[in-house]
């Protein structure tokens, strides 16, 4: 139900926002997660909290995923659920750089139907519904027009770039960009500021749910790392890698790279 459920998400993303940007970066405090996962801060905590309340009151119905929050099978069980990153980008939080953003999306049946990627500090509110398109402070996106993949911009890290991962050993020339929020690139891509993202890592559905559908109601493709649809929602909430494009970039980029190992 996008057309229901993305006022509630862009009031849920600004109320998120409001708590974040309540606290220093660099003064909150943090913790490092077990197993080298990264660190959290009592910001994510608190707007992880908020969003809990606000979000499953308003929808006690949906199930719930959520980068702060413990996992169960309970959401399994739920057709619909959200899934949520309280702040993607953390490190940058704690370091009191701006590209950190709130990731905020809701699955039916697998596929994301309504999504809010939300940078409180550069007042910067992407949004879509399925079928809806896609939305930069309300103002319509439209992923770039660029047709080859000499003159494209892609969002990548240098580790993707690794010969190892390119068919005959040599990775396309492209000009590489970055940024730390998985959910900020992909709404890069979506308003036509980039060409491109890829990460060949595993990736965890919150940081890449809300973008998703950014990118593909602006116009672009979006696949894992095997050329494959994107499903939500799974039993280990994770996604093999990750193409965001440009249909002409992420053709090229899909061809040459090498298949995933079986």
Known sequence: MPAADLPLL?????????????????????????????????????????????????????????EESEDTATRLGRDTVFIIDPIDGTRSFVEGSKTWAHSIAVAEGGQI????VYLPM?????????GQGAALNGAPLAVSDTERMQDCSVLVTKPAMQPHHWRDGTPP?????????????????GEGRFDGMLTLRDSWEWDI????LIVSEAGGTITDRAGLPLRFNNPH??????????????????AALKPPSP
């Open 113 to 116: 139907t309504a999504a809010a």
């Open 209 to 212: 749910a809300a973008g998703a």
């Open 237 to 254: 909430p994770t996604l093999d890698g990750v193409i965001a494009a440009t249909p002409v970039v992420h053709a090229g980029l899909f």
């Open 173 to 189: 020339a492209l000009k590489r960009g970055h940024r730390p929020s998985l959910a900020y690139r992909l709404a890069l891509v």
């Open 10 to 66: 862009i009031d849920a993303a600004r109320a998120a926002g409001r708590i974040a940007t309540s606290f220093t970066g660099p003064d909150a405090q943090r913790w490092d997660k077990p197993g080298g996962a990264g660190p959290v801060t009592e910001a994510d905590l608190a707007v992880n909290d908020m969003l809990t309340d606000m979000l499953r009151t308003a929808r006690p119905g949906y199930g719930w995923l959520s």
């Open 122 to 130: 550069l007042d910067k509110l992407y949004t879509a519904g399925l």
